[in-house]
């Protein structure tokens, strides 16, 4: 099954979690948590960090070291992954296998065993 494009996004837990930030470093916590959507993790290196957000590496840690970093945790393979979005990505694989079997299980009622898709 493919990554899907999106994901369940809980404003109000973000609201509190992000109370105080600057615009920036919402910036940088939003880009970061989309390359992480799509990529699985971040790498645990500031210089490709600050390319991913599109800042410079001075400004980047500025607002790296003591907002955002703290969102991030650093796992066994070396790699930083927020760990909600991590929960929020097993939630949404589980749903959508769930949604899958769901339709393969109605498919096979109205059709039989055998589905042949038209060509």
Known sequence: ??????????????LSETQGWSL???G??????AY??????L???TQRLCKT?????????KLWEPMVIR????????????PRLE????????YLERQSNAGKERAKQRYGNVVQLKP
């Open 1 to 14: 099954m493919n990554q899907p494009k999106v994901y369940l996004f809980d404003v109000e837990k973000f």
């Open 28 to 33: 940088v916590y939003m880009r970061l948590l």
């Open 53 to 61: 957000c599109g800042i410079d590496h001075g400004n980047f840690r």
């Open 43 to 45: 790498p645990n290196d």
């Open 71 to 82: 969102m991030f945790e650093k796992n066994g393979d070396g790699l930083l992954r927020n």
């Open 36 to 41: 992480q959507w799509t990529h699985g993790a």
């Open 87 to 94: 929960i929020a990505r097993e939630k949404q694989a589980k």
């Open 24 to 26: 920036s470093e919402i």
